[in-house]
């Protein structure tokens, strides 16, 4: 069974910097894409960068040029690199992956989520 672990939130002051990372494990065949969402209290689950198995990265708006999304295929985990944070970054930080887990078989798959919290 496929599994997302997240890791790296926390609690940093405006302008600093938090790298997340997750690790994905267990009946997996191969990664298509992943990416990493985020949800704010009392809005919607949003993308805020995504990165396929080529390597092509895409960010939302909002933190265009401040994220870094990265990953290694070799050991199924992708990176974000999070620089210049700003209070509205705040939110629960999730992994997704979309992984196959047979020759045909692909699904979306998610982590549980991590805290980011950026005040002063």
């Known amino acids: 069974q496929v599994q997302l672990v997240e890791s790296g939130g926390g609690l940093v002051q405006p302008g600093g910097s938090l790298r997340l990372s997750c690790a994905a494990s267990?009946?997996?065949?191969?990664?298509?894409?992943m990416a990493w969402y985020r949800q704010a209290p009392g809005k919607q689950r949003e993308l805020v960068a995504s990165?396929?198995?080529?390597?092509?990265?895409s960010y939302a708006d909002s933190v265009q040029g401040r994220f870094t999304i990265s990953r290694d295929g070799a050991k199924k985990t992708v990176d974000l690199q999070m620089n210049s944070l700003k209070p509205e970054d705040t939110a629960v930080y999730y992994c997704?992956?979309?992984?196959?887990?047979?020759?045909?078989?692909?699904?979306?798959?998610w982590g549980r989520g991590t805290q980011v919290t950026v005040s002063s």
């Open positions: 990165i396929t198995r080529d390597g092509s990265t």
């Open positions: 267990g009946g997996i065949f191969s990664v298509y894409a």
């Open positions: 997704n992956g979309n992984i196959y887990t047979s020759v045909i078989r692909r699904g979306d798959y």
